[in-house]
């Protein structure tokens, strides 16, 4: 594992974000390993639009987690938000942006000791702290078809592209979240990896293993539960697809679990029931109770068709059926998932999930996951990184230089 380096990640998520993200993950356990880490929260890619109904509500959550100021997680790791623009689509706000950050985490990493760190971005916007920070390598790990988000802010598409495209060209080493993107990468492609999703299978194990209590909230519901957790955004959700249940499957109870947008439709439906987050160490005791997990996603939009959701690897380490919308990501799993092409064989395979008798269909779905975990995968990226900064301490001294600042565009 990799060790006694510095290590400053660009996250495109906050870290107080209640579901940890693969960021998340792999952070604690570089920190654990004895790295030195500053996670920066999200600088974002622009604010949503004046007419989305969820602006200020995302404003007040930035504002908050800018409230936090720089804190200490267990493993040792500071996190920070830092002061910033939340316009990137002018060169002029980028420069500004650009000298803001540099000062805000160049400080920081100085008073925390960090020196010659591996730079990890994670968010387009972030390329501009490329070359600025002194690092010793550059990783760009990309989570999402970015230039395909048109619903979390205003940017303009191009611009975000040409932004992913010379972080793409600066980066040592790049990662792919998803298959789908990067089966379609080409820019790059002999620094590319596919970096799947991973899994603490220990922690959802205990879910479907009949030694917790389910959460009362879960339990007063009855059942069957169908279940869910993660986003609930009204572009995300197949809103369609829960009326459908509704009223065709009047007893079965839909339970959405995390944030949910201002903009949902299906909130006064009898039988669907809308729970707030809840930390990552209950979560299991309320997967507990579901019957059914499942990702009732709109996949026709390109942005979420090339999701790579982790809560499917957590739902199979549950042992409980699962169900999902087509996702290119899952696709290699299909012998242990219900994957519904359609909105009636999305209720059809509830169907058939609930009425499962199979004694080992649980343990197969758990062995699908069980050597796929965030330990595994942070020793794999780790060796990964230990070779690039051999490669380049083997360069000429002249070819070893620390890189120039990744020049804007106009």
Not at 64 to 79: D, F, M, Q, W
Not at 219 to 229: E, L, Q, S, T
Not at 296 to 319: C, D
Request: proline share 6%; aromatic share 8%.
């Amino acid at each position: 594992m990799l060790s006694g380096k510095s290590i400053i990640c660009f996250g495109g998520e906050d870290w107080w974000y209640h579901h940890p993200h693969s960021k998340n993950h792999l952070m604690r356990r570089f920190a654990r390993a004895g790295n030195r880490v500053i996670f920066v929260n999200s600088i974002s890619m622009g604010l949503p639009s004046i007419r989305n109904k969820d602006l200020l509500p995302r404003v007040m959550r930035k504002m908050r987690s800018y409230s936090k100021l720089a804190r200490n997680t267990p493993e040792g790791i500071t996190v920070v938000s830092p002061a910033a623009l939340p316009f990137f689509g002018s060169r002029a706000a980028r420069d500004a942006n650009r000298r803001l950050i540099r000062a805000q985490i160049g400080m920081l990493a100085r008073r925390r000791g960090l020196t010659r760190p591996v730079l990890w971005i994670a968010i387009p916007t972030a390329v501009e702290m490329i070359g600025r920070l002194n690092e010793s390598l550059v990783v760009y790990q990309v989570s999402d078809k970015y230039d395909a988000n048109t619903m979390d802010h205003a940017t303009d598409p191009q611009t975000i592209r040409r932004l992913h495209e010379r972080a793409l060209d600066a980066a040592d080493i790049i990662f792919y979240s998803g298959r789908k993107l990067f089966e379609e990468a080409t820019r790059g492609r002999e620094r590319s990896y596919l970096l799947e999703q991973a899994v603490d299978f220990e922690h959802w194990a205990r879910a479907g293993s009949g030694e917790l209590e389910v959460a009362e909230e879960v339990a007063k519901i009855p059942a069957p539960r169908i279940g869910y957790f993660g986003a609930v955004e009204p572009w995300l959700v197949d809103q369609e697809l829960i009326r459908r249940a509704s009223r065709e499957r009047p007893l079965w109870n839909w339970v959405f679990i995390g944030n949910k947008s201002r903009g949902m439709e299906i909130e006064d439906l009898p039988n669907v029931h809308f729970l707030p987050p809840v930390t990552y160490d209950e979560l299991p005791r309320y997967a507990a109770g579901f019957d059914v997990c499942v990702l009732p996603w709109e996949t026709e939009q390109a942005f979420t068709n090339y999701g790579s959701a982790i809560k499917v690897r957590e739902y199979l380490a549950t042992g409980k059926p699962v169900v999902i919308a087509p996702l290119p990501e899952y696709e290699p799993m299909r012998d242990v998932l219900r994957i519904a092409r359609s909105r009636e064989e999305f209720l059809s395979l509830i169907e058939d999930a609930l009425a499962e008798d199979d004694a080992d269909a649980a343990r197969r779905r758990q062995a699908a996951v069980q050597s796929g975990t965030w330990d595994a995968r942070a020793e794999w990226v780790s060796g990964l990184i230990e070779e690039a900064l051999r490669r380049k301490a083997a360069l000429q001294p002249e070819q070893a230089e620390r890189r120039s600042p990744v020049s804007s565009d106009s």
